[in-house]
């Protein structure tokens, strides 16, 4: 089975930053994809980033594109978004999540992982 635990929000101003951290437990972690949604009050929660464990291969959604970036610790089991140039409609509940996958790809619907984490508010502040 898998844990996964995140943590590293908080209160920041516009353009500011943030890393957010997933600390992950199980037997192995070489067939699953990671990746990182967001929710705020009233929305869907949506895709933001996700990292192949095995190859690091990395996905992100357009409107992160270039500010956050999603990245693994192979030897700590740890998952990371570095968060940079913070802006208002970042603000939301972060998730780090978890899909058993056979290869390679590119998974962007919240229904389609396994596990997830129990979210680290993000607020970002004009």
């Known amino acids: 089975q898998v844990q996964l635990v995140d943590s590293g929000g908080g209160l920041v101003q516009a353009g500011g930053s943030l890393r957010l951290s997933c600390a992950a437990s199980?037997?192995?972690?070489?067939?699953?994809?990671m990746g990182w949604f967001r929710q705020a009050p009233g929305k869907e929660r949506e895709f933001v980033a996700s990292?192949?464990?095995?190859?690091?291969?990395?996905y992100y959604a357009d409107s992160v594109k270039g500010r956050f970036t999603i990245s693994r610790d192979n030897a700590n089991y740890m998952v990371y978004l570095q968060m940079n140039s913070l802006k208002p409609e970042d603000t939301a509940v972060y998730y780090c999540?978890?899909?058993?996958?056979?290869?390679?790809?590119?998974?962007?619907?919240?229904?389609?992982?396994?596990?997830w984490g129990q979210g680290t508010q993000v607020t970002v502040s004009s």
């Open positions: 999540a978890a899909k058993w996958v056979v290869g390679d790809g590119y998974y962007f619907g919240a229904r389609e992982y396994d596990y």
């Open positions: 199980g037997r192995t972690f070489s067939y699953y994809t």
């Open positions: 990292i192949s464990w095995s190859s690091g291969t990395t």
